[in-house]
């Protein structure tokens, strides 16, 4: 009898990306709940902080994820970074003052969400189900979007009478409809390459703009007190 219930009832798996996804969803929706009332009460330096140390992380991430992805694309995968394709984010930020800059960085996050969507449902098709390299690109998409809206926290909160505007500042992103295997190979490692270039510079930007605005808002401060 019991031989039979268990043949009706089988053990459900659940593979480690469905895993990886779980918990990565319910930590986004976690942050969601509290991102407005972190923005609204945490002090400049908190914020970049807090940022700061999430974009060295992803920028370590950002390093293997590279690497594993040459790994699994077998022959050429070394030259697949150096091929040119115009449709892929550039990873330079641009902008003359901190507000352009912190916009600039914010614009780039959510460009790149896209593409790093669109190489996952593209390895997820060339790599088996339990890949490192699939949950590693699942992880590199939530954390970048939690970078997004940190990002945006710290604009609102060091320029609150700058909307932010609805469409990417660098243009609307465009991704290729269909793209044969050896495209998609290309694609995808020219993406991570900009992705992992990204990373660094917003880390070298972040540095700044603390140096630049949480000191002087902190001296402001000071001096209103007295």
């Known amino acids: 009898m019991s031989g039979h219930v268990k043949n009706m009832y089988p053990q459900l798996s659940i593979s ?45 991430e950002s390093v293997d994820l590279l690497k594993i992805y040459k790994a699994s694309q077998g022959d050429m995968s070394e030259l697949f970074c150096q091929m040119p394709i115009n449709i892929v984010p550039d990873p330079n ?82 991704i290729h409809p269909s793209q044969n295997v050896f495209q998609q190979k290309v694609y995808g490692c020219v993406v991570l390459k900009n992705f992992k270039e990204l990373l660094s510079q917003i880390r070298h930007e972040l540095r700044i703009l603390m140096n630049q605005m949480c000191k002087s808002r902190t001296f402001a401060y000071t001096n209103a007190l007295f």
């Open 16 to 60: 480690q990306a469905a895993r990886t996804l779980l918990s990565l969803l319910l930590v986004a929706a976690i942050d969601s709940v509290n991102a407005g009332i972190a923005c609204r009460n945490q002090q400049c330096e908190s914020h970049i902080q807090r940022s700061s140390k999430l974009t060295r992380l992803i920028h370590m």
């Open 93 to 174: 930020i641009s902008g003359l003052d901190p507000s352009e800059r912190m916009l600039s960085i914010y614009s780039h996050c959510k460009a790149f969400l896209p593409h790093l969507k669109r190489v996952t449902e593209q390895q997820r098709d060339l790599q088996p189900p339990s890949s490192h390299l699939l949950n590693n690109l699942t992880t590199a998409q939530y954390r970048t979007s939690g970078l997004a809206n940190q990002i945006n926290c710290i604009y609102q909160t060091l320029f609150p009478n700058l909307p932010i505007p609805l469409e990417p500042v660098d243009g609307p992103t465009s």
